[in-house]
């Protein structure tokens, strides 16, 4: 079962992701809506339904035709390269030895000092929590009370309002007409319920409005009702109860009810064969007599609601023409568009490595990425090597296409050459950067390129290379100190990688390797094929080969978990030298090929 602490943890990494998509979205439909205020209300209305279809849809839709494609990701990679303009060109802060953590992880690590006993996540989880039970319950109460003085109103059963509302819901092709009921109260009209639908009208409005006027208001309530409107306000509750802390929700939430109460007055004027004056006029002695209020909320439907815009609802109501702004095949093939285009909103990932199969880890450890990662072909000296000429001035590393001009040679320590004197790091031509070194006999060096922190060796694209780094010997070093270029292997690990029917009850996964390692770990991948976490950070045995992490496995499940990711690399030896990209896959018992269907791949993040 999943804890709460991890639970909190996906929710941020969900509110983040949905929070700005959302945001995005609600930006173009206005742009869009705008552009098209001379259509259809009904397309209009269509358009701004999509904000709350988005909040349904997964996070990480992308396509290669979504604006996520073609529209974020370029905008993501040219704002990634930016932000790492200015910083520093050597990363001497050692920080090898960070677990690979998502975004809400991330957050919630640095904001809370990465204490065991407070977590970020969970405050903010509880904080949104507590928003949302307090919208909805204060939407619910104002609802319940209002249903509860339905039972004190006149029911209108017979007479002409009752001829005339049955009369018109068989014009409109309605096999039943809902109850009506007259209120003391000076108001504007409302249709209330989902299941049994009540129409409310004020005394005064029976006695003052004419009966071509009164049939115009029931018109406009049997079409709220024929066209489900209630049902969309409580989705709008819903949505807006999510996501309470976003002003543009809030901004999108109140057009859809402007967008549906004009989508209702096209469908009077052109199917109830109304006067669009003596409609206009209509609209305006309602809210004469009703004083200008309304009780109306976002789960309800009136002639008019708190704060509308009622100057621009009237001007399309005089300006109607049933010749013109039709919702034909014409306006559906556009809403199916934008939909198609607009709502797939994930940007593009990158994978830097793919789950590798159980019997192909040994190959799979060594593979490059088949993506636009840079790629380095060529470093001098060699990564590994040894007998390096202590005389060389300078570190080179070559990568496979043009390069956006930054850099980040990492690491720190006496392991990190030093550099002749006002001299510093230049690119060669656009695929080769140079750094003047000055190398010692009988030494072991490793210069990392980029880091997890710093990726500003970049293509021209703004997409980062790979973390590596190179590590060499010179002259003379004894056994002890060519040793250190070898580099690590995961020689055991618990469970054991392509492992079946392992036992839920495991508590503790390890791995182990050939030899001593420093003090920091990737555990890379994500998801629900990630084994579940307990608190706590992986510890290292005291003789610094074995890692073990507190896990909570569920039965009958498929996990996959990489050690090291072509971007993370904290698996490294105790001098620095990373572990290839490792991962694994094993079963818990009860698990049925195929059951789960296909499996999200998983990367370093």
Known sequence: MIGIEQFAVRWLNWAIAASWQVGLLVCLIAVLTFLLRGASARLRYGLWLLVLLKVFLPTTLSVSWGVGHWGVTPIAALTKATSDALEPVADESGEIGQKTLSVGERVADVLSGGSPTFSLARVVFAVWAAGCVALWLAVGWRYWRLTQTTHAMRQIDEGPVRVEIERLAEQLAMRSAPEVYATEQSVSPMLIGVFSPKIVLPESFLNRLSAEELQMILAHELVHWRRRDTWVGWLQVFVQGLFWFHPLVWFANARIRHERECACDETVLREGRCDRDGYGETIIRVLAAARGRSLVMANMAGIFERGSLLQIRLEEIMSFDPNKRRFGWLSRALLIAVALVLLPMAATRVQADKPGDATAVAAKA??????????????????GATEVDPATKEISVTFDRDMGGGMSWTGGGPEFPTSPEGSKATWKDKRT???????????????????????NFQSEQGVPAETTAIFFTTVGAKAPLTNRVRVPKLTKSVPEIGAKDV????KVLSVTFDMPMGEGMSFTGGGPTFPGTESGRPQWSKDGRTCTMAIA?????????????FTHKNFTSKWGVPLEPVQFTFTTEGYKEGAEGTTAETSGK
């Open 366 to 383: 060594t593979e490059r990425p088949k993506t636009n990662w840079p790629t380095i072909v060529e470093t001098s000296p060699k990564i």
């Open 503 to 506: 036992k839920p009850a495991l």
């Open 433 to 455: 950067c140079v750094l003047p070194v000055q190398l010692k006999g009988e030494s072991y060096y490793r210069v990392g390129i980029n880091s997890t922190k710093y990726r």
């Open 553 to 565: 496995l569920e039965a009958g499940k498929k996990y996959e978990l990489g050690l090291n990711s």
